[in-house]
């Protein structure tokens, strides 16, 4: 889910209290987003890097993409493609989640990566 000023109109994720265009309070418009975009820019990091939440060490290399979603709006995460000649500007990606409900936490992390789709 986004947040969607009312001011400007545009939709933020994560979602945030105050629109840091406007500065007017974002209220309650909550917007559903779509779960498959293109990667708009990616990144092949091969540093060792920690989950701020859980502590633990993610894989490495550890691919990480800018996805604009089917409804226009910038969403940077995971991406599944380990392969990085793989990796491209608009390949189509799909989000794939956790499904322990255990393991959920109610944020960005409950989605594990983005999956390379073809359509
Ligand atoms: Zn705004």
Redesign the pocket.
Known sequence: MGNR??????IFVPSSPV??????D?GWDWVELPQTGEVYQYTYLVLPLWDPHYGERWANPYPSGIILLDNGVFFRHRLEEQDKDKLRVGMRVQAVWEEDYDKRGQGMGDILYWRTIEE
């Open positions: 000023c009312p001011s400007c109109k545009e629109c840091p265009k406007c500065k007017v974002m």
